[in-house]
């Protein structure tokens, strides 16, 4: 597949939802190495849209110190993801891709992070065309990118909670807010001859998810 859709939640503070590991970053980032409480990952290229796959990097409760930290361990969410809606032509492609993953330190309890992105490319010339819609939770940041063949990467989304580090958790995960829009975006990527993206795009506008 010559690119990669990636779509990820992260908790922009240190520690939230009463003493849970964030991600220890506030804005956006285009490297995989980033760590995020969701991620959702699909190739596509010209006529093929691949499947999809998800993960997290998961939590440790460092609300009770490090000899708590340390004895309660790490563990990771079981993100439920899928692909629907595909269409496939000669000169684009378009799919739905949802993830869903909880806090797996408070089962049963703890509600999904909910994402769901739109996507369609449209190849034209010596470009590529992203458009797309971000729906779901407005809790935590979301940020949406895509990869070439060589792994460079252009931000295409940057969404910014408006919930609170304790009370978001609380208040914005409960019930999947599939029709709930975040956001959107439309940009046209330069292509070379061997379609790659010449530089790496690192920003884009800020949308507030209120």
Known sequence: MGFV???????????????????????????????????????????????????????EFTGGGDWLRRVLGRHHSKVACSVSNRVVSQSSIGFSASTAGANPMVPVVAPAIDTDVDLRADWAGNGLHLQG??????????????????????????????????TGPMTRLAGSHATQRLGAFSVTLPLSRDSLFPAARTSCPVTTMR
């Open 5 to 59: 859709l990636v779509f990820r939640r992260y908790a922009p503070f240190n520690q939230f939802g009463l003493g849970f590991e964030g991600d220890h970053r506030t804005g956006p980032s285009i490297s995989m190495n980033a760590t995020a409480r969701t991620v959702g990952v699909v190739p596509f290229d010209r006529g093929n849209v691949g499947s999809i796959g998800a993960a997290s990097s998961g939590t």
């Open 133 to 166: 819609v971000v729906r779901g939770d407005n809790f935590p940041n979301a940020e949406v990118f895509v990869l070439d063949a060589r792994a460079t990467g252009c931000l295409l989304f940057d969404g910014r909670t408006t919930g609170g580090r304790e």
